[in-house]
């Protein structure tokens, strides 16, 4: 048997995951609790096999309760339950330490499937959030790999335009002409899929070269 606790403060979602969890035979609600203030007291007792989580809970947010209740619960798999699918809060429900993320209008086709699939160590995603999320890490480590496909000339350009030197600058250091400076910027550019001066600097400071 697998012991589910819910955390949400809607009625009609507490009340629609117990009229699905009631109709199994492998899966009990031992809790259900609509603020983060008693299931933390009450959770710890509790010790769920999963925890179904709300991310925008009245008095602290969901992945907050989740990070302060992990070591806690070093045995309870977390589920994020969730009307948000955006890349912020998919990416902070990771860091926290979700298992799952399930969003609220796939409730009543995929929440069986999302406990039993933590339950057994797995991760779940429905496919929109999967693929979101996907994109959202490709996104992230694009950077730190266009950084490592920079030439030699295009790394030394790119740390003096993070200096703030202008074109012509540059290209009097270098003893370049200032066509083949920007020349170059337009591949450090492409290679770091920024759009100008600004995002391709960021870049660079978010994933500064080791050493």
């Known amino acids: 048997m697998i012991h589910v606790a819910l955390v949400d403060d809607e009625a009609i979602v507490r009340d629609t995951v117990a009229f ?4 199994t035979d492998d ?23 999963v925890a179904l989580i709300d991310i925008g809970l009245p008095d602290e947010s969901g ?15 977390f589920l994020v339950l969730t009307v948000f699918d955006d890349d912020r809060h998919i990416l902070e429900a990771i860091q926290a330490g979700a298992s799952g993320y399930l969003v609220k209008r796939d409730l009543p086709e995929h929440l069986l499937t999302a406990i039993r699939t933590v339950h057994q160590g797995g991760s779940w995603m429905s496919a929109g959030v999967a693929r979101r999320a996907l994109e959202l890490f490709r996104r992230q ?63 660079l400071l978010q994933n500064p070269p080791n050493g």
């Open 141 to 203: 480590l694009a950077p730190a790999a266009g950084l490592q496909e920079l030439t030699p000339r295009e790394q030394e350009i790119l740390q003096l335009l993070a200096q703030g030197l202008s074109n012509a600058e540059i290209a009097e250091q270098l003893h370049l002409s200032v066509e083949t400076v920007r020349t170059h910027i337009r591949h450090i550019y492409r290679k770091l899929q920024a759009r100008n001066r600004a995002e391709a600097v960021s870049r």
């Open 27 to 49: 899966l009990l609600l031992t809790g259900s609790f609509a603020s983060a203030e008693e299931a933390r007291q009450k959770l710890a007792r509790l010790r769920p096999d």
């Open 63 to 77: 992945l907050s309760l989740i990070q302060t209740l992990r070591p806690r619960l070093p045995h309870t798999e």
């Open 20 to 23: 699905l969890l009631e109709a």
